[in-house]
């Protein structure tokens, strides 16, 4: 059961409407790592969660805070749009394509420049000045972005990724306003998502100690593998920078071998040519005597010779 507080978490008025700081704001809503994503990401990982109660309730507890951060962005889309103009005049936008033109440049890129400056067209034609489940380009947000394996590990993981590609964008977009109250509501957001990275970090941390995981995901991969392989470094590409890294020499992070630095990888399987068509699916395969002319067997039959006679002798 979920209850809605009214307060917020946390709230700084921004000092002036900016719709287009608005649109920028939408990739923390509903970009591929924004707060929806690991919203939802945190939650269905919970409520999938077969382990210990300490990690369903931490994963509960992140994933209902997560809620609280969209409903902030959400707010401060709304108090950013507020009063804004319904139709934007950009100072010289007529200029720039002129001057393009005249200099040699494409008016195109010149035009998505201004695109790209101006508010999104959808806060409003279709939210009414609200926030939108969209990222910061209008594409709308996407269940496959969460990750909900069942596996603890491999999902902790992963929301080390998120929370580390979500404050990285925070900011970036801290250090595009210079308005105190974006900067102020936005320095909370920084500090929560700190913490988030140095939570799941421990928790990673915890379920290695719990002896549920090891350094590679399943723990049982190193009982299946082809384990000869399984600590070589392949050089795929020209020159040799990749050997003087930790990954090229020295024990493997999981402990179970050695790393080893392959220069010239060589193919370990012959070369292979992908199986002929099934006749039925009317592909196309390497001699017409194999494709399917008739729903008649007989007539199927006949053709097939024909088509290979030729072959052998031209003509007939």
């Keep these: 059961m979920f209850y809605h507080e009214k307060r917020l978490q946390y709230f700084t008025p921004p000092t002036t409407p900016d719709p287009i700081y608005a649109k920028k704001l939408q990739e923390l809503i509903g970009g591929p790592m924004g707060e929806m994503t690991v919203m ?21 507890d992140i994933g209902t805070e997560e809620i609280g951060h969209v409903e902030m962005l ?21 200029d720039p394509i002129v001057g393009a033109v005249m200099g040699g440049t494409k008016p195109t890129d010149v035009m998505m420049d201004i695109m790209a400056a101006s508010m999104s067209p959808k806060h409003a034609i279709v939210s009414g000045g609200g926030a939108m489940p969209e990222d910061s380009v209008g594409y709308a947000w996407n269940g496959r972005y969460i990750t909900a394996s069942g596996n603890l590990m491999a999902d902790f993981r992963s929301n080390l990724h998120a929370e580390s590609q979500g404050l990285l964008q925070t900011v970036r977009l801290y250090e595009m306003s210079d308005d105190p109250g974006v900067r102020d509501h936005l320095s909370f957001m920084i500090a929560r998502d700190t913490m988030h990275q140095n939570q799941w970090l421990a928790a990673i941390e915890e379920l290695q100690s719990d002896g549920f995981e090891e350094t590679v995901v399943p ?53 292979l040519e992908p199986p002929q068509p099934d006749p039925r ?6 001699s017409p005597a194999a494709q399917k002319t008739s729903d008649n067997p007989v007539k199927n039959l006949v053709d ?12 007939k």
């Excluded at 699916?281 to 390497?286: E, N, Q």
Aim: hydrophobic share 30%.
């Design 40 to 60: 939802m990401q945190y939650l269905f990982q919970g409520w999938n969660c077969r382990g210990p109660a300490k990690y369903r309730d931490m994963l509960l």
């Design 74 to 94: 959400a707010t401060m889309v709304a108090h950013l749009l507020d009063k804004a103009p319904i139709k934007l005049q950009e100072d010289g936008a007529k």
């Design 219 to 271: 723990k049982i991969a190193h009982e299946y593998g082809k384990n000869e392989y399984a600590y070589q470094f392949w050089n795929h590409s020209k020159g040799t920078d990749s050997a003087e890294g930790r990954w090229s020499k020295g024990r493997s992070m999981d402990g179970k071998g050695q790393f080893t630095y392959i220069s010239d990888p060589e193919p370990l399987s012959p070369a």
């Design 281 to 286: 699916l009317h592909g196309t395969p390497k």
């Design 304 to 315: 097939g010779v024909a088509d290979t006679v030729n072959q052998i002798i031209p003509g």
